[in-house]
């Protein structure tokens, strides 16, 4: 009997994910906890397990396609080999669709997978000495990008070409800079030239929450400027004794994590959020750092921060920072932040306005280091600079704390080791 794959609980909050890429296809062997396929959220990419050992089959839904919390997108056949054929694996319709692998003695002659392309389409079938059987889904794929079983890598169990694969092989076409035919790329007459590719859905979600968060919040930044020699100096001093006890490097995102959190101390409103009509303060610190990836800005949240040391908050950074190029971050990990940081500087930005993580109240934006000149005791000195900016919910901070927040960040990062006494 076989074994549903359903799509797990992802986070609070979260009832639907979009599939993403299958890792294997109809017909493909698997063990149990192998990965199996990808599911997309508004906030992180996770993989779903097999289930236990056995066949793929029955696959229900394709990349691209939404799913519900609970819903059975493919199964698996407990104990079959890919040699053999699967015992069911959902209804017969569905197997059909999605060119489900069967054994050529028992199917039936519509679902056997076929050894020759049909017949006038015999010049595109594959090269002589090929051994190629080509499943009635991914026939008809072929067919309708005009594509030949030769030009198509199969994965399938006995040398079989899947749906999957002709798909994978014309998302990759879409994406090869040549844009081949079959790729959504329009012409014009000129010769310029005009591509169509779909949002993911992280980039929708991050869409969605930015213009949310400009129509629902009174949203307003202020700025100031941060003397970094001291911090520099600092760091330099300490940099490799640090590293070589700690087994991290001292950056500049421990120093601000500190100092943001020695600021929201002094300015409550900051730490706060906004439901219905009350003002939820909190006496926690769940810090939300912005990381860039291939996919677009997530922020994963450092819990309770201020228990945190320098070291405890730099190799939370940079393992977040891995593990969200990899797409490996939960979405627990992308949720609950009471504050947020975001470090435009990596880019070179100079100076810029962030926009809040609703129902969050303030984002501080930092930005890159440059010696610039300034007024010191009478003298122009030529000193490292950098810009800050805190965009704010004017609705529940005033610009008085607001200027004070960023004095603090300023006098603690001009002035590191007060963050040490708590002063």
Do not use: C
């Not at 421990?254 to 929201?264: E, P, Q």
């Not at 100079?350 to 010191?376: C, D, F, K, W, Y």
Request: glycine content about 10%.
């Amino acid at each position: 009997m076989s074994v549903d794959v359903t799509v797990p609980s992802v986070g609070e909050s979260i009832s639907e994910v979009f599939i993403g890429t299958w890792l294997k296809g109809e017909g493909d062997a698997v063990v149990k906890d192998e990965a199996l396929v990808e599911l997309e959220t508004d906030k992180a990419t996770l993989e779903v397990s097999a289930p236990v050992d056995g066949v793929l089959t029955g696959i229900r839904k394709q990349a691209g396609d939404s799913a519900n919390v609970g819903d059975v997108i493919a199964s698996v056949e407990p104990g079959a080999s890919a040699d053999a054929a699967p015992k069911g694996g959902g209804d017969g319709d569905a197997a059909k669709d999605t060119g489900v692998a069967k054994d050529v003695d028992t199917a039936e002659a519509s679902d056997a997978p076929t050894s020759e392309p049909p017949k006038d389409a015999a010049s595109d079938g594959p090269a002589a000495g090929d051994d190629v059987k080509v499943m009635p889904a991914a026939q008809r794929l072929l067919d309708e990008h005009g594509l030949k079983a030769s030009d198509v890598k199969a994965t399938g169990p006995g040398g079989r070409l899947l749906k999957d694969d002709v798909q994978k092989h014309v998302e990759a076409a879409k994406a090869a800079p040549s844009a081949p035919a079959g790729a959504p790329t329009a012409v014009a007459a000129d010769g310029r030239t005009e591509e169509a590719v779909p949002m993911s859905t992280l980039r929708r979600r991050i869409a969605e929450r930015l213009v949310q968060a400009q129509q629902t919040a009174a949203l307003l930044t202020t700025f100031n400027e941060i003397d970094m020699s001291a911090v520099m100096a600092l760091r330099a001093e300490y940099k490799e004794s640090f590293e070589k006890r700690h087994g991290v490097r001292l950056g500049f995102m421990s120093f601000f994590v500190k100092a943001t959190i020695d600021a929201l101390k002094s300015t409550p409103q900051l730490n706060a959020e906004i439901r219905g009509t009350d003002i939820v303060y909190k006496d926690y610190y769940d810090i939300g750092v912005a990381v860039s990836t291939k996919r677009g800005l997530v922020v994963p949240v450092l819990r309770d921060a201020e228990r945190l040391s320098f070291a405890e908050v730099e190799k939370s950074i940079g393992d977040f920072g891995q593990r969200a190029q990899a797409g490996k971050l939960t979405p627990d990990e992308l949720q609950g932040g009471t504050f947020t940081i975001t470090n435009g500087g990596v880019f070179g930005s100079l100076m810029s306005t962030p926009i809040v993580n609703p129902p969050q109240s303030g984002v501080l934006g930092m930005h890159t280091i440059q010696e610039r000149p300034i007024a010191l005791k009478g003298q122009v000195v030529i000193r490292p600079m950098m810009y800050v900016a805190l965009t704010y919910d004017h609705r529940i901070v005033d610009g008085r704390e607001a200027v004070t927040f960023l004095k603090r960040i300023k006098e603690a990062v001009e002035n590191p080791t007060r963050m040490l006494i708590e002063v």
